[in-house]
């Protein structure tokens, strides 16, 4: 088969489109002809060398990918020939190899895709989609909020819009990269305030973000992609009576739940998540692209031949 493989860690060139024998599954696995491949941005950083989170860097030479869709075409000793042929998706947790025409799960791990769902959904929802519902459950939001998303163009962004609205899009739309972005959204609010704040960015977005709550706000806090946590101070949270809450791994006892509803979720039409498409044999430029902030949505790879159907 065909996979990107990491030999040293570094540059998005590090990620080489290579031939590697084939994945036989084990006992309790079975092997996915794969349709769809999830990237994330802990991808990035774990190729990089850099260690961000409870993910260990993995050992080299490493095949990266956390998050697989496709056809079940083999079982292991001690899973149920009827699974072969059936379409699935799966996390493979801190196992990766999921960059590749095949991969290998844990039969614990899969859940079954609707004929009706798209490949590409399924592998955006069983990863990014289960974060954005946990995180949701957590900022319980009201029709009377008014919501505030940083990196509202990411994976995790675009479905919390679409929870906030009902619809993809916003009301009011900045780049945060640019100056006074804050005093624009002021502006454009005119006599309301920010009562949540979803923040992945964290550093001075974050703290930008934070200054824009009004009494009682809740700040919810799930990442910091530019490289720091948003600085909060008790002084912050004692003037305007705040709440921030750390997302971190209060999900993790959670997660398949989690996965399912958020598969549940796209399956009825409620969450479906905006995917940008690169080839598998790009998986560099996919990098890099993630890297610049120059995607949108969940960036997904798809092998050679595939249709993601």
């Known amino acids: 088969m065909y996979a990107i493989s990491l030999h040293a860690f570094g540059a998005p060139e590090n990620l080489q489109y290579e031939e590697v024998p084939d994945p036989a599954p084990g006992e309790d696995q079975v092997r996915i002809a794969v349709q769809a491949s999830?990237?994330?941005?802990?991808?990035?950083?774990?190729?990089?060398?850099?260690?961000?989170?409870?993910?260990?860097?993995?050992?080299?030479?490493?095949?990266?990918?956390?998050?697989?869709?496709?056809?079940?075409?083999?079982v292991g000793p001690g899973v149920d020939d009827e699974w072969t042929g059936r379409r699935v998706v799966a996390h493979l947790g801190p196992a990766s190899a999921g960059y590749a025409e095949l991969a290998v799960a844990p039969v614990s791990a899969l859940h079954e895709v609707p004929d009706h769902v798209d490949f590409d959904v399924a592998v955006a929802?069983?990863?990014?989609?289960?974060?954005?519902?946990?995180?949701?459950?957590?900022?319980?939001?009201?029709?009377?909020?008014?919501?505030?998303?940083?990196?509202?163009?990411?994976?995790?962004?675009t479905l919390f819009l679409q929870a906030a609205r009902n619809a993809i899009g916003a009301d009011v739309a900045v780049d945060y990269r640019e100056p006074g972005w804050a005093d624009r959204v002021r502006e454009a609010l005119?006599?309301?305030?920010?009562?949540?704040?979803?923040?992945?960015?964290?550093?001075?977005?974050?703290?930008?973000?934070?200054?824009?709550?009004?009494?009682?706000?809740?700040?919810?806090?799930?990442?910091?992609?530019?490289?720091?946590?948003t600085e909060i101070t008790t002084a912050d949270l004692m003037g305007r009576g705040l709440t921030v809450t750390a997302i971190g791994p209060r999900l993790l006892p959670n997660l398949r739940e989690l996965a399912t509803?958020?598969?549940?979720?796209?399956?009825?039409?409620?969450?479906?998540?905006?995917?940008?498409?690169?080839?598998?044999?790009?998986?560099?430029?996919?990098?890099?692209?993630?890297?610049?902030?120059?995607?949108?949505g969940k960036v997904v790879l798809v092998p050679a031949g595939v249709r993601n159907s």
């Open 125 to 157: 929802m069983v990863g990014t989609g289960r974060t954005a519902v946990g995180i949701l459950d957590v900022a319980a939001l009201t029709g009377d909020d008014v919501v505030l998303v940083t990196a509202a163009a990411g994976g995790l962004g």
């Open 261 to 296: 509803r958020a598969l549940d979720e796209a399956a009825a039409g409620h969450l479906v998540p905006v995917v940008q498409h690169f080839p598998l044999e790009r998986a560099a430029d996919a990098h890099a692209a993630l890297e610049a902030r120059a995607t949108y």
């Open 38 to 74: 999830g990237v994330h941005l802990i991808d990035t950083t774990l190729r990089s060398g850099i260690q961000m989170g409870p993910l260990p860097l993995p050992d080299l030479p490493a095949i990266p990918g956390r998050e697989v869709a496709g056809f079940v075409d083999g």
């Open 190 to 229: 005119g006599d309301r305030e920010v009562s949540v704040v979803l923040d992945g960015v964290g550093g001075e977005a974050g703290r930008a973000a934070m200054a824009l709550l009004g009494v009682a706000g809740r700040h919810i806090l799930f990442g910091w992609s530019a490289g720091q946590p």
